[in-house]
């Protein structure tokens, strides 16, 4: 059963003009087994995608390199860039998430056109996979990217609206030599970006990203000549990720869950995959608007007031909510209660864990001690990282840990594929609930509790570098207690009975600030020292500039 509120649900593929070449419905005409083996249907329409593409369609030289599929387990099937790739030099345009900025100002339809030269230069002539979420600027930027892949030889399979971790599935489940989705993810409406992904679904490596951006710098593009430039098609393969996620899951009883995508990439396929699954689904905000008039697209305690609500009222199970990309979840249980970051990531770690037998777990330099203690509980360990689900990935598999994520809803579930995702990690979260027979509130409400405080700093992006070094000597004369500094990723002061954290974003123009102690009055009192010292180099940076 499918309700949904205050909107009228629209069974279709896509509210794109993108042209549905392959197309399988209705879903609820099939059975609801679960195997840990692909369904029929899921290597039915597999088979229909590969004979489509081998037949020719997407032009004769395509025919000649069609798509191949890539060995299930990623770890096998990596190759890693060599040290050579170094000696390019750290990238200019490349965030903790890909490109992003303000649509014509930082991130132009000149920029997507170069951007798509470049990763067609250094992967060579064969088939991109291309997307994009539901921002008004979207298509610009596609066909700005498709073009310039297509000058440099390479083949577009443009996929229409999808969730991020929808075109990283597919990128790797179709053979392709990369994929692109158009997005900012949770940023505001008027931004938007670019974000590059490997054959295997992980995130381009930062040495990757630094390769590519010599090429921009260098302007080495490897021009086609006339008769050798790529083709571009439309086709809709969505349903690969739909059985592909359902298939992963047989629930013992049915969950009341309502979702809210956020007017979101997630609007269309996330009810579908829980409905396919046996839930009765409540869909609030489903309805692709790139303006994002419900709601912000980063779903935070203080903008999913109306998911938290809904649960209340409608005696649902449990809520889920995803940014505008769908790359991220937040979780409010059965009580209307939104889960803290931290608690869920902490929680769905551990039964990973039992399973295994211990194990190791990634996640970044911004996660709580509670994440620490949880896994040490099951006899796990912790490896931290930079933020940015391309550093939790590239981790997950240089490491063989069998789970990774940040403390912001993206998490990476390396069995399935290697990008963080939403609708994956909710629809997990959820199984893992069933599984242990407990309600949300049980299932998270073990684990050990930190408060953690999080602020940010508007500073302007060529200051940062200044006003990193400043704080470097600033911060560990500035706190009692210092018991040591991580600073893979800006700065983390590790002080008896908790921890500060200074970084520099790496998709907003604002220093971020993260503070974590037992009592919540220690805490705050750490975050307002560390946000006083951060304004102080900031209008010192601003001063001498």
Known sequence: ?????????????????????????????????????????????????????????????????????????????????????????????????????????????????EVGMALATLRGPGPYTLAHDARKTGMALAHAFSAGVMACGGD???????????????????????????????????????????????????????????????RSFRRSGWGEVGSYRTLDVSDLYVEALADLVELKRRWKVVLDPGCGSASLLAPRIFEEVGCEVIAINNRPDGSFPARSPDPRPDTVSELMSCVREKGADVGFAYD??????????????????????????APRLRGVGGGLIITTVEASYCVDEAVRAEGGRVMRTKVG???????????????????????VIPEVHLCADGILASLMVLAAMDGEGVRPSEFFGWVPRFHTVREKVPCPNELKGAVMEDLRELLPTCFRGVVGLIDIDGLRLELEGGWVLVRPSGTEPVVRITAEARGVEEARSLLLKARSLVEEAVEKALSRS
């Open 1 to 113: 059963m499918l309700e949904v509120v205050g909107q009228q649900r629209k069974r279709m593929a896509w509210p794109s003009p993108s042209l549905a070449l392959i197309s399988m419905r209705p879903l609820s005409s099939l059975g609801s087994s679960r195997t840990s083996e692909p369904s029929k249907r899921y290597r039915l329409i597999s088979m229909m995608a590969r004979a489509f593409f081998s037949s020719g369609v997407m032009g004769g030289r395509l025919a000649q390199r069609p798509f191949k599929r890539v060995p299930r387990h990623p770890r096998t099937r990596l190759n890693r860039p060599g040290p050579e790739l170094d000696a390019v030099g750290p990238p200019g345009i490349f965030g903790t998430s890909g490109i992003r900025g303000v649509f014509n100002e930082e991130v132009t339809a000149e920029l997507a056109v």
């Open 156 to 218: 577009v399979a443009f996929l229409g609206l999808l969730p991020t971790g929808a075109l990283a599935f597919l990128t790797r489940e179709l053979g392709a030599k990369a994929g692109c989705i158009i997005t900012a993810s949770h940023n505001p409406p008027e931004y938007n970006g670019l974000k590059l992904f490997r054959s295997d679904s992980s995130p381009l490596w930062p040495e990757e990203e630094s390769r590519l951006e010599g090429v921009l710098r260098s």
């Open 324 to 349: 505008g990309d769908a790359d991220r979840m937040v979780i409010v249980d059965e009580k209307g209660n939104f889960v803290p970051f931290d608690v869920a990531l902490a929680a769905f770690a």
């Open 389 to 411: 689900d391309k550093h939790v990935s590239r981790e997950v598999v240089r490491s063989g840990a069998i789970f990774g994520g940040e403390p912001c809803g993206a998490w």
